[in-house]
Protein backbone atom coordinates (compact mmCIF):
# COMPACT_ATOMS: atom_id res chain seq x y z
CA UNK A 1 0.00 0.00 0.00
CA UNK A 2 3.00 2.42 0.27
CA UNK A 3 5.89 2.94 -1.79
CA UNK A 4 9.17 4.58 -0.59
CA UNK A 5 11.93 5.72 -2.20
CA UNK A 6 15.01 7.45 -1.09
CA UNK A 7 17.29 9.95 -2.74
CA UNK A 8 20.40 12.29 -1.81
CA UNK A 9 22.98 10.31 -0.14
CA UNK A 10 26.17 10.31 -1.51
CA UNK A 11 30.08 11.13 -0.26
CA UNK A 12 31.23 14.08 1.71
CA UNK A 13 33.99 15.25 4.23
CA UNK A 14 33.58 15.36 7.61
CA UNK A 15 31.74 18.91 8.90
CA UNK A 16 29.69 18.85 5.54
CA UNK A 17 26.13 18.40 5.19
CA UNK A 18 23.67 16.11 3.19
CA UNK A 19 19.98 16.66 2.97
CA UNK A 20 17.96 12.95 2.17
CA UNK A 21 14.62 12.41 0.98
CA UNK A 22 12.09 9.99 1.16
CA UNK A 23 9.02 10.04 -1.81
CA UNK A 24 5.86 8.08 -0.70
CA UNK A 25 3.33 7.06 -3.10
CA UNK A 26 0.07 4.88 -1.91
CA UNK A 27 -1.71 5.81 1.26
CA UNK A 28 0.04 6.75 4.35
CA UNK A 29 -1.55 6.81 7.93
CA UNK A 30 -1.88 9.90 10.12
CA UNK A 31 -1.45 7.66 13.74
CA UNK A 32 1.69 6.36 12.38
CA UNK A 33 5.17 7.29 12.10
CA UNK A 34 7.65 7.55 9.73
CA UNK A 35 11.31 7.42 10.66
CA UNK A 36 14.87 7.07 9.32
CA UNK A 37 17.61 3.88 10.33
CA UNK A 38 20.91 3.26 9.61
CA UNK A 39 23.18 0.51 9.36
CA UNK A 40 26.99 0.39 8.49
CA UNK A 41 28.74 -3.11 7.01
CA UNK A 42 28.92 -5.69 10.09
CA UNK A 43 26.68 -3.92 12.30
CA UNK A 44 22.77 -4.25 13.03
CA UNK A 45 20.49 -1.24 12.10
CA UNK A 46 20.23 1.41 14.35
CA UNK A 47 17.42 4.24 14.71
CA UNK A 48 18.17 8.06 13.78
CA UNK A 49 15.21 10.15 14.00
CA UNK A 50 11.26 9.41 13.59
CA UNK A 51 8.15 12.26 12.91
CA UNK A 52 4.83 12.35 13.22
CA UNK A 53 2.10 12.80 10.87
CA UNK A 54 1.60 16.70 11.86
CA UNK A 55 4.93 17.16 12.10
CA UNK A 56 4.86 18.09 15.78
CA UNK A 57 6.23 15.33 17.53
CA UNK A 58 9.74 14.54 16.30
CA UNK A 59 12.22 12.43 18.03
CA UNK A 60 16.43 11.82 17.59
CA UNK A 61 18.79 8.81 18.99
CA UNK A 62 21.14 10.83 21.30
CA UNK A 63 24.51 10.26 18.48
CA UNK A 64 22.61 12.39 16.22
CA UNK A 65 21.02 15.02 18.64
CA UNK A 66 21.54 18.39 17.61
CA UNK A 67 22.88 17.70 13.97
CA UNK A 68 20.33 16.01 12.17
CA UNK A 69 16.54 17.55 11.66
CA UNK A 70 14.08 15.61 9.95
CA UNK A 71 10.73 17.04 8.65
CA UNK A 72 7.60 16.48 6.27
CA UNK A 73 6.07 17.93 3.67
CA UNK A 74 2.23 15.72 3.37
CA UNK A 75 1.35 17.69 0.83
CA UNK A 76 4.29 16.56 -1.72
CA UNK A 77 4.25 12.43 0.78
CA UNK A 78 7.84 13.66 1.51
CA UNK A 79 10.04 13.09 4.78
CA UNK A 80 13.28 14.99 4.88
CA UNK A 81 16.57 14.20 6.68
CA UNK A 82 18.82 17.31 7.33
CA UNK A 83 22.22 16.09 8.44
CA UNK A 84 24.72 18.99 9.63
CA UNK A 85 28.21 18.18 11.29
CA UNK A 86 28.34 14.91 9.30
CA UNK A 87 31.14 12.68 10.88
CA UNK A 88 32.75 9.05 9.96
CA UNK A 89 30.54 7.30 12.11
CA UNK A 90 27.69 8.76 10.02
CA UNK A 91 28.73 6.56 7.08
CA UNK A 92 25.89 4.10 6.61
CA UNK A 93 23.12 2.99 3.83
CA UNK A 94 20.29 5.31 5.32
CA UNK A 95 16.59 3.83 4.64
CA UNK A 96 13.19 5.56 5.22
CA UNK A 97 10.96 3.80 6.93
CA UNK A 98 6.78 3.80 7.46
CA UNK A 99 4.30 2.15 9.76
CA UNK A 100 0.54 1.45 8.91
CA UNK A 101 -0.57 1.89 12.70
CA UNK A 102 1.38 3.67 15.59
CA UNK A 103 3.49 2.10 17.10
CA UNK A 104 6.93 1.98 18.97
CA UNK A 105 9.31 5.11 16.82
CA UNK A 106 12.50 3.44 17.69
CA UNK A 107 12.29 -0.28 17.09
CA UNK A 108 12.45 -1.23 13.47
CA UNK A 109 10.42 -4.28 14.04
CA UNK A 110 7.47 -1.73 14.34
CA UNK A 111 7.85 -0.20 10.65
CA UNK A 112 5.97 -2.19 7.75
CA UNK A 113 7.22 -0.37 4.62
CA UNK A 114 11.49 0.18 3.43
CA UNK A 115 12.57 2.05 0.93
CA UNK A 116 15.54 0.43 -1.09
CA UNK A 117 17.84 2.79 0.83
CA UNK A 118 20.70 5.14 -0.20
CA UNK A 119 24.13 5.35 1.01
CA UNK A 120 25.79 7.51 3.13
CA UNK A 121 29.69 7.91 3.00
CA UNK A 122 31.64 10.88 5.45
CA UNK A 123 35.53 10.74 4.95
CA UNK A 124 38.21 12.24 7.36
Known amino acids: QVHLVESGGGLVQAGGSLRLSCAASGRTFSSAFMGWFRQAPGKEREFVAAISWSGDNTYYADSVKGRFTISRDNAKDTVYLQMNSLKPEDTAVYYC?????????????????WGQGTQVTVSS
Open 97 to 113: AAQNYRGYYWRSDEYHY
